[in-house]
Nanobody
Framework: QVQLVESGGGLVQPGGSLRLSCAASGSIFSINTMGWYRQAPGKQRELVATILAGGSTNYADSVTGRFTISRDNVKGTVALQMSSLRPEDTAVYYC???????????????WGQGTQVTVSS
């Protein structure tokens, strides 16, 4: 069984910073892409940022320059450093991993349970 466990959400004022963390655990052979997605009330889930095992990153236009994604391949963790937060960043943030549980298995997508980020004064 594979689990993704997020931490670090909370309430922050506009202009503030938060750091989200996610740890993958369980029977894992290798992790390809790791990333963060978010879903605001009444909206579809959207990509925030992704990072490949080799370190290449991709960001949504709305967070470029404000958010930074990083990962530790040894520990199986991914983090999202968020700064200059805006009220429109308010959402539930989900950790995502594309991984193999065995060496010749087809990669599968796994999701964390989500962590709430609220940006408000």
């Amino acid at each position: 069984q594979v689990q993704l466990v997020e931490s670090g959400g909370g309430l922050v004022q506009p202009g503030g910073s938060l750091r989200l963390s996610c740890a993958a655990s369980g029977s894992i052979f290798s992790i390809n892409t790791m990333g963060w997605y978010r879903q605001a009330p009444g909206k579809q889930r959207e990509l925030v940022a992704t990072i490949l095992a080799g370190g290449s990153t991709n960001y949504a236009d709305s967070v470029t320059g404000r958010f930074t994604i990083s990962r530790d391949n040894v520990k199986g963790t991914v983090a999202l450093q968020m700064s200059s937060l805006r009220p429109e960043d308010t959402a539930v943030y989900y950790c995502n991993a594309n991984l193999r549980r065995r060496s010749f298995a087809t990669p599968d997508e796994y999701w964390g349970q989500g962590t709430q980020v609220t940006v408000s004064s």
